[in-house]
C-alpha cells in the first residue's frame, strides 16, 4: 500500500489548487485522476471561459488560481481577465485548455505533487471512523494508497458518498442544472454581430452603450432573442431556451 501525507482524489482545477497547496506547505502529497491529463471540465469538457474571479470592480479570486491565470498570460494562453459584455458575471477569463494542461503538469513538476493518472476511484478506506485513504482501478490492477488526510475533488463527492457521508443530490427535488452543448467556431466575423447589436440594442443583454459595441468590446453575447425564436419557429433548433451565449476565446481568429 502506497503512503502519504495528503491524498487528492480528482484533477480537475480544484484538486491541482489543493495539491499544490499541500505539496508547497512540505506535505508528500499524491493527486490521483481518472483521465491522462489535469484540468478536469475545463480541459476535458470545454467549460469555460472561467469566471467569477472578480465582484464589481474588486478581484475576490487570488491564490494558486490567480497564479495559473498570470502564468498563462505569460505563455499566451489568457488575454487575462475581461469585463464580461453580456453582465453574467463581472469578468471572464477565457483560456487556451491545452495550454492550460501543460501548464498545470509544469506546476505539479515543480512543486513536487506525485501524479497518477488513468485511475478510477473505487472505494474508500475508512479506519476508527475516519478516511484513511482510497482504493483505486488502474490499467495494471488495483491501487490502495493511505493518507493522513484525504481531499475529496471528484466535483460529485465520490469518496465522502463511499465513506458514508450523507449526501444530496441537486435541489430539494433532485433536480440538477441540465448540461450545455458546448463548441468553438472560427474566422467569426465579429463587425458583422457589432453592426447588429448596434442596429438592434435590445437584442442583446448588456450594460455597455450602443456606440460601446465593437467587435473588440463584445467579449460576450447573451441574447440574438429574435432570430434564436424564429429559428426556433421554423423548426431549425428545438433547445427550449429564449436567448443564445456566446465568449470571446484566447484566439485571435
Known amino acids: 500500500m502506497r503512503e502519504y501525507d495528503v ?3 480528482g484533477g480537475g482545477n480544484a484538486g491541482c489548487a489543493a495539491a499544490l497547496a499541500a505539496a508547497r506547505s512540505g506535505a508528500r502529497t499524491l493527486l490521483v485522476e ?13 467549460v469555460g471561459p472561467w469566471m467569477t474571479f472578480h465582484s464589481g470592480d474588486d ?14 498570460v505569460v505563455r499566451g494562453g489568457s488575454p487575462g481577465h475581461l469585463h464580461d459584455a453580456s453582465d453574467y458575471v463581472a469578468t471572464i477569463t477565457p483560456f487556451d485548455p491545452e495550454l492550460h494542461k501543460a501548464l498545470l503538469f509544469e506546476m505539479m513538476g515543480e512543486s513536487g505533487v506525485n501524479l497518477l493518472l488513468h485511475a478510477w476511484f473505487l472505494d474508500a478506506l475508512v479506519a476508527n471512523g475516519r478516511i484513511a485513504g ?5 490499467v ?11 481531499i475529496d475533488a471528484t466535483a460529485d463527492a465520490y469518496v465522502a458518498a463511499s465513506a458514508g457521508v450523507p449526501t444530496q443530490q441537486g435541489d430539494a427535488r433532485g433536480r440538477v442544472q ?21 442596429h438592434r440594442p435590445e437584442q442583446m443583454r448588456s450594460s455597455l452603450k450602443t456606440h460601446e459595441r465593437t467587435p473588440e468590446a463584445l467579449t460576450a453575447v447573451a441574447g440574438l432573442y429574435e432570430l434564436w425564436e424564429a429559428a426556433r419557429a421554423r423548426g431549425a433548433v ?9 465568449f470571446a476565446t484566447p484566439y485571435s481568429d
Open 7 to 9: 491524498l487528492v482524489v
Open 34 to 46: 481518472r483521465y491522462g491529463f489535469l484540468g478536469g471540465t475545463a480541459t476535458a469538457s470545454m
Open 59 to 72: 478581484r475576490i479570486v487570488g491564490g494558486i488560481a490567480q497564479e495559473i491565470v498570470e502564468r498563462l
Open 134 to 138: 482510497a482504493g483505486f482501478a488502474t
Open 140 to 150: 495494471g490492477g488495483t491501487v490502495q494508497v493511505a493518507a493522513k488526510r484525504t
Open 178 to 198: 441540465p448540461a450545455s452543448l458546448m463548441f468553438r467556431l472560427s474566422h467569426v466575423d465579429l463587425s458583422v454581430l457589432a453592426q447588429y447589436v448596434r
Open 238 to 246: 428545438t433547445v427550449p431556451r429564449e436567448l443564445v451565449s456566446f
